[in-house]
């Protein structure tokens, strides 16, 4: 899976499931032990992180939603993708 941005201990990453469980465009957030799927709204699919890690995750997501769908669409191709600046 591809890692897209690191910031605060949080690592984004994203794939495209083809087939799989999600259909919408989203993104993997690993924090510690806790894991979450956002889809590029910010809402969370499934899985949880701490309020604040969630928080800012979602601030991120807002920022470079546009980044984030043309990653996505990329990766849906079967195309290479391109790092997102993290947050700060």
């Known amino acids: 899976m591809p890692t ?3 910031f605060y201990g949080i ?3 994203m794939y495209n499931e083809k087939g799989g469980k999600h259909n919408v ?3 993997h957030a690993e924090y ?3 894991e979450a799927v956002f889809d590029l709204s910010g809402e969370i699919i499934e899985g949880s992180l701490p309020v604040k890690k969630r928080r800012m995750v979602q ?3 807002s920022i470079h939603e546009e ?4 990653n996505w669409k990329l990766l849906s191709k079967g195309e290479g993708y391109f790092k997102i600046p993290p947050l700060q």
């Not at 980044?67 to 043309?70: D, Q, R, S, T, V």
């Open 32 to 34: 510690g032990d806790d």
């Open 11 to 13: 690592i984004i990453y």
């Open 67 to 70: 980044e984030l769908l043309a």
């Open 25 to 27: 465009p989203h993104i």
């Open 59 to 61: 601030a991120w997501i």
């Open 4 to 6: 897209i941005s690191m």
